[in-house]
C-alpha cells in the first residue's frame, strides 16, 4: 500500500488520508461584488494538471490535520509535503 | 427518578477475553476520565496549572499524576486521571489552560480501554496495524493514532519490551475491535492454556 507522509506523524498509510482537492484556491477578495459567475468558478472550477499538482490532504485516521501536498497525477507519486500556511513549493 | 447505571460496551466478551492465554492476555480497563485538550503554546505555566509537561514530540505520551496525556495533534492532547470524576477533571483541566487561550472538553465516554499484555500481544496487532511496533522503535512511552482492523485506535507503548499495550478505541467501535482481537488471538490459544 502507498505510504503518504503525515508532516505530524510521518508515513501512513494512504487508507488514513482523505483528500481535499486543489490547494492554494483563493478566497475572492471581495465576496460582495463578485458576479454568480465568478462564484461558480470559484466554487466548482479546478485545474485538472495531469502531473505535479498541489493539493490538499486530511490525516483523517490519525491527527485530524490539513495540509498541502505536490503530488504527479499520472505517477501517483508524492513529492512533497508541507504545511497548510506554508506557501506553494516551486517544482522544476 | 430511577439511577440510569452506565454499562460497559465489552461486558458480554469478558468470559472470551478469559479464556485466552497468558502471551496474549486482553483485559478490559475500568473507566477513566479523559480530556480533549485543545492548546495554542506549551510553556512553563503549563505545568504550573496541570502538573504535567504536555507532550510536544508527536506520537508520544507521558504518564501524569493519576494518569496519562498523550499527544494527539500540534495543538492536542488527550488527558486522563483515575483520581477525579470526569465533571472534576474537565473543570480542574479548563481552569488550568483557559487563562492560556486553550480549551478543556470531556470526552470520557468516548473511548474505552484495552489492556493487552504478553510476549504474543505484538504478533496479535501487528495482524491489523500497519504501524511498526517493535520495541526498538514503539518502546514505552510511544503512541500512535491509526487503524487497528477497521477501527481507528490510539495505541500506547507501556513496556520497552514489546508485551504490554493499551488500546483506546470508541466505545461504538470496541465490540467490532473485541471480535477481531479474539480473531488474531486464536492461534496463540493451545489446548492445555
Known amino acids: 500500500m502507498q505510504l503518504i507522509e503525515c508532516p505530524w506523524c510521518g508515513p501512513r498509510e494512504e487508507v488514513e488520508f482523505h483528500y481535499g482537492g486543489q490547494a492554494h484556491v483563493p478566497y475572492p477578495d471581495n465576496p460582495a461584488e463578485v458576479s454568480d459567475e465568478e462564484w461558480a468558478h470559484y466554487v466548482f472550477f479546478r485545474d485538472n494538471t495531469k502531473g505535479r499538482f498541489a493539493e490538499r490532504w486530511n490525516h483523517t485516521a490519525g491527527c485530524r490535520r490539513w495540509f498541502n501536498a505536490i503530488r504527479d497525477t499520472a505517477t501517483y507519486r508524492f513529492e512533497r509535503v508541507y504545511r497548510l500556511d506554508g506557501p506553494k513549493p516551486v517544482t522544476p | ?193
Request: proline share 6%.
Open chain 2, 1 to 193: 427518578m430511577a439511577e440510569l447505571l452506565r454499562t460497559h460496551p465489552l461486558e458480554a466478551w469478558h468470559v472470551a477475553f478469559e479464556r485466552l492465554p497468558d502471551t496474549a492476555r486482553i483485559a478490559v480497563e475500568p473507566f477513566v476520565a479523559m480530556v480533549d485538550v485543545r492548546l495554542g503554546a506549551v510553556g512553563p505555566e503549563v505545568r504550573a496549572g496541570l502538573g504535567v509537561d504536555l507532550p510536544t514530540i508527536a506520537n508520544t505520551w507521558v504518564p501524569a499524576d493519576a494518569g496519562r496525556a498523550t499527544w494527539l495533534g500540534p495543538d492536542e492532547w488527550l488527558l486522563s486521571s483515575t483520581a477525579e470524576t470526569p465533571e472534576e477533571f474537565e473543570s480542574r483541566v479548563r481552569a488550568a489552560v483557559l487563562p492560556l487561550g486553550g480549551s478543556a472538553t470531556d470526552v470520557s465516554a468516548q473511548r474505552i480501554g484495552l489492556r493487552l499484555t504478553g510476549a504474543r500481544v505484538r504478533d496479535v496487532l501487528t495482524k491489523g496495524c500497519s504501524i511498526d511496533l517493535h520495541p526498538r522503535v514503539f518502546g514505552r512511552g510511544s503512541s500512535v493514532q491509526t487503524m487497528l482492523g477497521q477501527a481507528g485506535v490510539v495505541l500506547l507503548a507501556l513496556s520497552d519490551a514489546g508485551d504490554d499495550y493499551v488500546v483506546l478505541v470508541r466505545s461504538s467501535f470496541a465490540g467490532y475491535l473485541a471480535d477481531w482481537l479474539l480473531d488474531a488471538a486464536l492461534e496463540f490459544i493451545t489446548p492445555d492454556s
